[in-house]
């Protein structure tokens, strides 16, 4: 038994090593990624239901890794999140979405507000100045910029995330609980966060309209946004019987592939564009 004891032990020692080396490799290579200019953003309409219209984008973040092609977030995200890097990556994608609304603004287009993406880390380690400073920057109303955080991110470091959110909403840059329904949110916490909108995580819209509980929720935060006098979005949508359902319960701002997929900025310029002619 002690034997077995022992070995299971080493066992596990070398999981761990192994996955310790193999973080370290991928930082090594992200730092370098950010170096050289590999990584890029790519933008999802906010589309309205009522009228088609563009409401907005959210800035998604790839990497495209020569000879690898185009590398999704949730391959590097987690590590970058583990090492750390997430918090120079997250500045750079905050600054990248400005740099670009500014861009399509002094090309005559009317820009819709870009939201990105905060990672738990990264609120931790900023204040709301900081990220002032960055819309600053490019002269940009801060009304134009949304940040996305999770529910994990305000329960990490209460304190911390409360006093940055509020005074992130005294600044007039909108802030978004993403995921929302899959953290642990009750009524009362979500009165005293200082949010504009609620994101319904794809999760639950995945089920409606055939699964009767994912109807309950999905309805339920619908509601209860409603009450607490937040913006709704729902994510996900991808089947035009899930918009009526939305629509049928008063959510009219969607996300999904139903109404456009996620794609590089020439196209979103295409789309701001459009709306200009409407
Ligand atoms: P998220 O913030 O929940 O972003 C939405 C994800 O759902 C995106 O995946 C998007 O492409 C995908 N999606 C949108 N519509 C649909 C749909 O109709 N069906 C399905 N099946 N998927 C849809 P993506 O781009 O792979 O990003 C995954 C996650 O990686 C994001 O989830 C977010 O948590 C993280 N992420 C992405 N970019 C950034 C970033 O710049 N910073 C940070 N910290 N995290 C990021
Ligand atoms: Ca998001
Ligand atoms: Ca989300
Ligand atoms: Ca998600």
Known sequence: AKR??????????????DQAHRHLALD?????????????????????????????FEALLRWDKPGFGMISPGEFIPVAEDTGFIVPLGDWVLDEACRQLR????????????????SPRH???????????????HRLSPDLVELEITEGAVMQDM?????????????????????????????????????????????????????????????????MADMLGLDVVAEGVEKQEQANFLRHHNCTLVQGWLTGRPVPAGQAADLLAMRLRR
């Open 159 to 223: 304190d911390h995330a409360l006093s940055v959110l509020a005074a992130l909403k005294a600044m007039g840059i909108r802030v978004a609980v993403d995921d929302f329904g899959t953290g642990h949110s009750s009524l009362s916490y979500l009165k005293r966060l200082p949010v504009t909108t609620l994101k319904i995580d794809r999760s639950f819209v995945n089920g409606v309209p055939s699964e009767r509980e994912d109807n309950g929720i999905v309805s339920t935060i619908i509601a």
């Open 4 to 17: 077995a004891g022992g070995k299971r032990h080493a066992f596990f020692r070398k999981e761990l090593a």
């Open 123 to 137: 609120l931790r380690q900023r204040s709301a100045e900081d990220f002032r400073r960055i819309i600053d920057r």
């Open 103 to 118: 861009e399509w603004i002094d090309r005559g287009l009317e820009p819709v507000p870009v939201a990105v993406n905060i």
């Open 28 to 56: 090594r290579d992200l730092r370098a990624a950010l170096a050289r200019g590999e990584f890029q953003l790519h933008y999802q309409p906010k589309v309205s239901l009522i009228d088609q219209s563009l409401e907005g």
